[in-house]
């Protein structure tokens, strides 16, 4: 028998080889879809340590969990759920993406890959019951969070903003401890036609905080607002790229 | 035409025990010498929790020093938050007319309901009840100036029968005003018979509608004062130099920093869904046209395409041209903010407003003219 090597899959370096990619390549047409986006105000500390230096935070910081279920996809039915970070590009706002699961494994692959997303394999719950949505994002058994809007009532479509996810754009390096070689932004601008949205009280927990997984260290201090639509969207290519 | 100066005080970081201090006495100053040099108005806001961009919380108090020290320049409200979370309607009628005692009848009041969650939030007040809320109050606190005994039984507060005092010197009342980053709500402000206080840092062009529209709408007006205001205040940057590069220069620096300040606290439109702020407002404004603008770098060396059409920044024959495309579209008093940050330093500031009392005014302000020939003839 020849000799195998030995080095086990949890010491491997981190590379992204992106050849014979198991998906389509963009824009991914995600016809009715169905958001959650709920908004709360955070830590003014938090929002400086987790954010890039070429962004701001808002006054006051914010931050948002964003829960998709795409039924139809290139790639088959998916759901998404991203935690993310209000700030500034400059005069722009945008949302810094932080965590994100899904519970598609070619998903999984594709959003790290073409559009960076932080995703992690895990379970997206989305439960609708009279006026209120509540959703529960799942990773190795633990609910690292649940995201819900209460008490929703509808809202005019055209109020309705998603503002663009800052993902980013990372060549790790290949040597323990050491720098990336290349750090940037992609810019990512999903298109979203609204067909109707219920807007509602919003409400963030992290039952079970994952220190692999730590949404809960983005803290809910008080709620903003949420909402709830149906929309036909679309995942293009990363619009710009920018400084780190 | 008539001109103003508009304060946000802005107070940048890092701070120092002195910084607001410094700010607030910078601004003073500038005010003292507006009303020396023949300005006809000065303005400040009311924000709050606006860190960096605007620490002018309380303008009542700011605006009754510069009554103190100055003798005929008006005061300005722009804008006073008149939504009940904020200040008490009846609070703000006895601080307007407190205010206008003490400045010898030259208030002018304008009214508003902020933009921003920053603010809203902050006070708890529910962004789909601000409009409503902005006209209740507006309608009531003439009445509280007017009516000996005032009562009111309203949706957002109520008062029983009261005796509001102190009473305005101004009668019947001061001017009354609101501010205005929409068309809808130019459209309002004719609608109720009251002045357009254009807060949004927009071109002439992008005004041009808005103003005939209102010119348009306050013939058929229902004042909810005792008379009808109608007039348009325009506002904009100004620093005037002798040498275009100069000019340009730090006009840039002024507009970038405030664009930028400005961009970093949240429009309710941006976070908020809800068609009481269906139009984005002076933020999203800013930050559309600030979106493909180079860095400050950039914007020092020339001026990054920071400067637009209608902006006071440039030699006095340059500020002369803009300022003419403001009057042929109908506005009639045109307002400037002076500075940001603090980024241009204060002597410069006060040179620049030298600099346009002394040749840009005349071309404009017979007022100003006069008041400056009497002033230099008492020197004699």
């Known amino acids: 028998m020849p000799d195998y090597g030995q080095l086990a899959a949890e010491q491997l370096p981190h590379t992204v080889p992106v050849v014979a990619p198991p998906y389509p390549p963009p824009p991914w047409p995600l016809p009715g879809a169905r958001l959650l986006k709920v908004t709360y105000e955070t830590e003014k500390d938090v929002a400086i340590r987790w954010l890039p230096p070429s962004l701001g935070r808002p006054i006051p910081p914010y931050a948002h969990v964003i829960v998709g279920h795409y039924p139809e996809s290139p790639i088959g039915p998916f759901s998404l759920a991203v935690q993310t970070l209000g700030c500034r590009s400059r005069f722009l706002v945008r949302a810094y993406s932080l965590q994100a699961v899904t519970d598609s494994p070619t998903a999984l692959i594709a959003l790290r890959e073409v559009w960076g997303f932080p995703c992690l394999l895990g379970k997206v719950a989305v439960e609708e019951k009279g006026g209120d949505v509540e959703a529960r994002v799942e990773v190795a058994g633990r609910t690292v969070c649940v995201a819900a809007l209460r008490q929703g009532a509808p809202i005019d479509v055209e109020v309705v903003r998603f503002d663009p996810y800052l993902n980013l754009r990372l060549v790790p390096s290949i040597q323990d401890g050491q720098p990336p070689p290349h750090v940037s932004l992609a810019q990512i601008d999903p298109y979203y036609e609204f067909k109707h949205a219920l807007r509602g009280r919003a409400e963030v927990r992290f039952p079970r905080p994952s220190e692999g997984a730590p949404w809960h260290l983005v803290p809910f201090l008080s709620p903003v607002i949420a909402v709830w639509t149906e929309a036909d969207t679309e995942l293009p290519f990363a619009r710009f790229v920018m400084p780190y | ?380």
């Open chain 2, 1 to 380: 035409m008539k001109f103003g100066i508009f304060f946000e005080l802005s107070v940048p970081k890092p701070w120092s025990e002195r910084s607001e201090h410094q700010v607030y006495f910078n601004a003073l100053e500038q005010a003292e010498l507006a009303d020396e040099l023949g300005f006809d108005q000065v303005w400040a806001v009311e924000h709050h929790f606006l860190e960096e961009y605007s620490h002018c919380s309380a303008p009542e108090v700011f605006l009754t020093a510069v009554a103190m020290r100055t003798k005929r320049i008006r005061i300005g409200h722009g804008v006073m938050l008149v939504l009940p979370p904020f200040n008490h309607p009846v609070r703000c009628a006895e601080r307007a007319a407190a205010l206008d005692i003490l400045s010898n009848g030259r208030l002018e009041f304008g009214t508003g309901r902020s933009a921003t969650w920053t603010e809203l939030g902050g006070f708890n007040c529910d962004p789909d009840l601000t409009k409503e809320m902005w006209d209740e109050s507006l309608r009531a606190i003439p009445k509280m100036w007017t009516q000996e005994i005032f009562s009111w039984q309203g949706k957002h507060f109520s008062v029983p029968p009261r005796c509001v005092i102190p009473k305005p010197l101004q009668k019947p009342h001061p001017p009354l005003w609101v501010a205005v980053t929409s068309p809808e709500t130019a459209i309002q402000a004719a609608e109720r018979g009251i002045g357009c206080l254009g807060v949004s840092v927009g071109t002439p062009k992008e005004y041009e509608e808005r103003v005939k529209a209102y010119r348009r709408v306050i013939r058929e007006c229902e004042p909810v004062g005792e008379f009808v205001n109608e007039q348009v205040n325009g506002v904009t940057f100004l620093y005037v130099d002798e040498n275009e590069e100069e000019a340009r220069l730090w006009g840039s620096k002024l507009v970038y920093t405030f664009s930028l300040l400005a961009a970093h606290f949240t429009g309710v439109s941006s976070i908020y869904p809800t068609p009481a702020y269906k139009v984005p407002g002076l933020l999203f404004a800013l930050r559309r046209e600030q979106e493909q603008r180079s860095s400050p770098t950039a914007a020092a060396s020339s001026d990054g395409g920071i400067i637009r059409e209608g902006m006071a920044i440039g030699t006095p024959e340059t500020v002369i041209k803009q300022i003419k495309l403001w009057e042929e579209i109908g506005v009639d008093r045109m307002v400037f903010l002076l500075n940001a940050g603090e980024v241009i330093p204060q002597e410069k500031v006060l040179r620049s407003l030298r600099l346009f009392a002394e040749h840009v005014m005349p071309k404009f302000d017979a007022e100003a003219a006069r008041a400056r020939d009497s002033r230099a003839r008492a020197a004699r």
